[in-house]
């Protein structure tokens, strides 16, 4: 079947760096990926939705220069956060849907991906 | 815009019994499909079920049914024969259905279900 997988699960980094998560659709095309927020016992926050070969479309309060999103091919989407600071310390999870399918086809997530800033 | 409650935070069932976890949603679309994922401590987001708002009959797997009430804007998950490796949190979600529309899902706060021995 489907499968995302994001990497890596796990980072820790010092306040001031920037860290990039990946998220790949192994099995399939994705033109386009979701990534999410989610912070300790809460629920899933839609952070923004990665297009392939455009711009990312950000959620309202989500700061564009601060988690930079690229969706260079049709199987990747990274993430970036920049200038990490210990706030920004959650769960990041990203989503696809496989391109070949219909518009309602289902989302398969990756299993996320744990940022401490220290 | 569209929102997504759960009004339990947090449910018990004994093995084998069954339970129910509730949702609401607020929308003003017609057309849109609804969703129970589970992550369990792995925090892997797995679908449970979906439901497309068009169709009127529940549905089912295995285990797992939902009760669709559209006018009541509701959409409860029964977990039947309940089983260890249910325990998890669940969390609905919605999608719009538009063309055009968001491909997103907005969630519910989710409902952490445990299962007693």
Known sequence: GAVVSQHPSRVICKS??????ECRSLDFQATTMFWYRQFPKQSLMLMATS????????????EKDKFLINHASLTLSTLT???A??????????????????YNSPLHFGNGTRLTVT | AQTVTQSQPEMSVQEAETVTLSCTYDT?????????????????????????AYKQQNATENRFSVNFQKAAKSFSLKISDSQLGDAAMYFCAYRSDRTGGSEKLVFGKGT??????
């Open chain 2, 112 to 117: 952490k279900l445990t299962v007693n021995p």
């Open chain 2, 28 to 52: 003003s679309e017609s057309d849109y499909y609804l969703f129970w994922y589970k992550q369990p401590p792995s925090r892997q987001m797995i679908l449970v079920i979906r439901q497309e």
């Open chain 1, 85 to 102: 600071h210990p706030e920004d310390s959650s769960f990041y999870i990203c989503s696809a849907r496989d391109g070949r399918g219909t």
């Open chain 1, 16 to 21: 001031g760096t920037s860290v990039k998560i």
């Open chain 1, 81 to 83: 956060v920049t200038s």
């Open chain 1, 51 to 62: 297009n392939e070969g455009s711009k990312a479309t950000y959620e309202q309060g989500v």
